[in-house]
């Protein structure tokens, strides 16, 4: 079976292809922007997320130092001795 040719002289596409193929290349370069976009926004998110994680550590660790040295007792026991 033999397929007809497309006398139109379009190629074979239709007259508003040219049309569309503009708008999905539009639309492929706002969807690359925003995923651009998206990964810059997460790796900020990322960024911060490491930094307060390294803060609550440190403070973890001086919270450990001061109770281990017994300073933190006297402090409780002072406040409560003054609050009164």
Known sequence: MQRRRDQSGTGG????????NDADG???IVA???TWVED???VGLGTLLAASALLLGSGVV???KVVADGA???AVI???I???
């Open 62 to 64: 001086t919270f450990v």
């Open 26 to 28: 539009m639309r492929t």
């Open 13 to 20: 596409r239709r007259l508003g292809a040219a049309v569309t």
């Open 32 to 34: 690359r922007l925003f």
């Open 40 to 42: 810059i926004v997460y």
């Open 82 to 84: 003054a609050c009164r």
């Open 78 to 80: 002072h406040c409560s």
């Open 72 to 74: 933190m007792a006297g």
